[in-house]
T-cell receptor, first 114, second 113 residues
Framework: DAGVIQSPRHEVTEMGQEVTLRCKPI?????LFWYRQTMMRGLELLIY????????DSGMPEDRFSAKMPNASFSTLKIQPSEPRDSAVYFC????????????FGEGSWLTVV | AQSVTQLDSQVPVFEEAPVELRCNYS??????LFWYVQYPNQGLQLLLK??????LVESINGFEAEFNKSQTSFHLRKPSVHISDTAEYFC???????????FGQGTRLTINP
């Protein structure tokens, strides 16, 4: 079975540019999560969706960050404009309520802003 | 709100030695507990979880963890580690009925030959 698929795997961009990260959750899952991982702050939950509806976006750092889930099989996390402090690994994850809170992670998108 | 504390940021051990990675959580309500493993340059993979029932849970590769409600702990143990166990290990908690996980800071397990 295909797991959570993220793209791009690696991205290097210049400060001020727009960055779009993409995610395809596991088919049939009804929850989707975006996490950010840095050395300083560890794993932080940015936002999560239930049935394509954002439930909690309190972890989104600031207005430069936005996330959408137009349908059950696709989500984006956008940073505009990007800054060097946004450099991190961004993980998308999905889960199914009946699975007892087990969350399945993608391989991550490694973002470097120079 | 829930929180997770992993007491050791790094744990070096020799191959075939036993290891314990410590995890304590804080919550005013019932929780589910998880251990995830992250190998270099990869995403997180579920290692084991406690939802209910037996307080001792095991993984397929020899790890086990015990839920201790009185001490609010969920320590991870393995009686004999292998080089392939080198990774970062994350303890996580979620509230029953809620889906989001709160992670600890991670413990880097280094196995020396």
């Amino acid at each position: 079975d295909a797991g959570v698929i993220q793209s791009p795997r690696h991205e290097v961009t210049e400060m001020g540019q727009e960055v779009t990260l993409r995610c395809k959750p596991i088919s049939g899952h009804d929850y989707l999560f975006w996490y950010r991982q840095t050395m300083m702050r560890g794993l932080e939950l940015l936002i999560y969706f239930n049935n394509n509806v954002p439930i909690d976006d309190s972890g989104m750092p600031e207005d430069r960050f936005s996330a959408k889930m137009p349908n059950a099989s696709f989500s984006t996390l956008k940073i505009q404009p990007s800054e060097p402090r946004d450099s991190a690994v961004y993980f998308c994850a999905s889960s199914l309520r009946q699975s007892g809170n087990t969350i399945y992670f993608g391989e991550g998108s490694w973002l470097t802003v120079v | 709100a829930q929180s997770v504390t992993q007491l050791d940021s790094q744990v070096p051990v020799f191959e075939e030695a036993p290891v314990e990675l410590r995890c304590n959580y804080s919550s005013s309500v019932s929780v589910y507990l998880f251990w995830y493993v992250q190998y270099p340059n990869q995403g997180l993979q579920l290692l084991l979880k406690y939802l209910s029932g037996s307080t001792l849970v095991e993984s397929i590769n020899g790890f086990e963890a015990e839920f201790n409600k009185s001490q609010t702990s969920f320590h991870l143990r393995k009686p004999s580690v292998h080089i392939s166990d080198t990774a970062e290990y994350f303890c996580a908690v979620s509230v029953r009925g809620a889906q989001k996980l709160v992670f600890g800071q991670g413990t880097r397990l280094t196995i020396n030959p």
